[in-house]
């Protein structure tokens, strides 16, 4: 699964890694959790490294992968590698 926001309060990240928590006992071993998003400052770095301490608490941070600024390359990779199930 794949987020993809800036890492900014109004996203609500920490919200996301709960639910993820609670889905990912039910998913296949190789499930992840792909975070992608920018950060532009000090203020967007705190949020990330909340998050990595909030992935740890939940116990699911082998689960969680940040991606952080990447480049244009990197993120089209990423969307092109996208399974879509509906």
């Known amino acids: 699964m794949v987020s ?6 109004e996203k609500d ?3 996301q890694l709960r639910v993820w928590a609670r ?5 296949p071993d190789d ?3 792909m975070i992608v998003g920018s950060v532009r400052d000090t ?3 705190r949020i990330v490294d909340e998050l990595r301490k909030l992935a740890y608490e939940l ?3 082998k689960r969680v992968e940040f991606k952080i600024n ?7 990779a ?3 590698k996208a399974k879509v199930e509906i």
Request: no cysteine.
């Open 70 to 76: 990447l480049s244009r390359d990197d993120l089209h």
């Open 4 to 9: 993809f926001a800036q890492f900014r309060p």
């Open 59 to 61: 116990g699911i941070s």
């Open 23 to 27: 889905v990912v006992p039910k998913l």
């Open 43 to 45: 203020d967007d770095q």
């Open 13 to 15: 990240h920490a919200l």
């Open 78 to 80: 990423i969307f092109s």
């Open 31 to 33: 499930a992840v959790f």
